[in-house]
């Protein structure tokens, strides 16, 4: 079994990456049940084992031992509504002999905002708290991000866990140690730096992930194959099927998506260089997410479309790349973007407000072969709009 080893920013900044036979000995059986989450050997079947089983398995965490936890204060659970909804039970049973409060996180991208950050401090203020009061998030990169930054100014930091439960906050948002939340102006456009104690994985949430937020991690797994690693290209594919879907399949994909980020992130952490790769069509994407409101469109399917456009872009300005491993993808995502043709010039005006931009110029990330990134300085706003319109046309 590949180990990861943690990911260090700093001599005092470090976290954990507690991954599945991993966390395997951290989650303790209790009432002597038999929960069958022994994940050795041949895992081709766990991915669609029982999921009243699978998610609510009886087991609980022990994050003592690391010196963080206040022991006179409860824990600070900040969980998304859907995930406490499907995995309650097991969630009850995290933290054992430990007290905890809840914050549900209504479902979705509507709650990145000031308000929902707001009630998340009045909750915590709401009663006992320390500085070293765990904030545990539990859910996907919306629950995060937003718990995430409320831990970066609560009491000046408290000590932050990510239980991430989506595909997308495995592969991506919950490594790394970017938090915030949308404002009017932009996406992400509130935030800080702020790095999680540690990351814990387990696959079994994903049994009661929706097909269409499958697809969203997907995007972001087709971004490593188009910047790091062009292996996981097929993989992703493999993966948006939940026919061909196998556990041994995901944890893999899981595991290299979770290396190539803590790589480029310990790297540079905040984003004075590489790090930009990450960016790989999320500037086209937050341009469409502030578009659209945050209402219709998912960021991964977002980001999806954005890549087809950043490959457009890519091919325009003469490197040799090819989108067919996105559009093999097209029936899959189902997006219909038609409502957008006519929004090509405000959605060129978003990329030029993008929060990375230097010198009056987009900073767009480019692909110069399958596995090699750039980072590019745009100004001809022609060259976007057709792209968008490449885009629109590709997806209809
Ligand atoms: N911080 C970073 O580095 C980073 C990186 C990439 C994306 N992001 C952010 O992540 C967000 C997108 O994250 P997301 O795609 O996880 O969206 P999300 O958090 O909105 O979750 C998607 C949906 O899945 C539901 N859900 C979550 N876990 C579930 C489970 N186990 N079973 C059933 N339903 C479940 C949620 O209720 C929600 O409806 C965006 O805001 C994006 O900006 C951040």
Redesign the pocket.
Known sequence: MLQLPSLKIADTCETRFILFDDLKNLWMETRGVNTGSDRSGDHDSSVNRDKSSAGIREKHLEFTGDGNMAEDAPVLLIV????RN??GEMLKQVFPGKSTRYFEVP???ES?NVATWNRIIDFAFSGPLRRNTPLVAV???????LA?FAASGLMRGLPLYHV???L??MV??A??G???I?HAFG??TIGAFYHPEAVLFDTA??N???QR?WL??IS?VLKYGYIADPRLLDQATALADPASRSQTLLEGVIKQSVQIKSKVVADDARESGKRAWLNFGHTFAHALETQDNYCNI???EAVYAGMIAALFVSRKLGYNVSDEPLMALKDSYQLDLGGYTSAVDRLVTLMTQDKKNRDNSIRLVLVKDHGRPCVHPVNNRNLLREAWQYTFRALS
Do not use: Q, R, Y
């Not at 998304?80 to 995930?83: E, F, L, P, T």
């Open positions: 998304d509504a859907n995930v499907s995995h479902p979705g991208e990145k859910g996907g990169g919306v629950t995060g991000d995430g991430p439960t989506t997308l906050a991506d948002s490594i790394g970017k938090t915030g949308n996406k992400n949430f994903l009661t992930l929706p937020e969203c991690g972001e998912n960021h991964g």
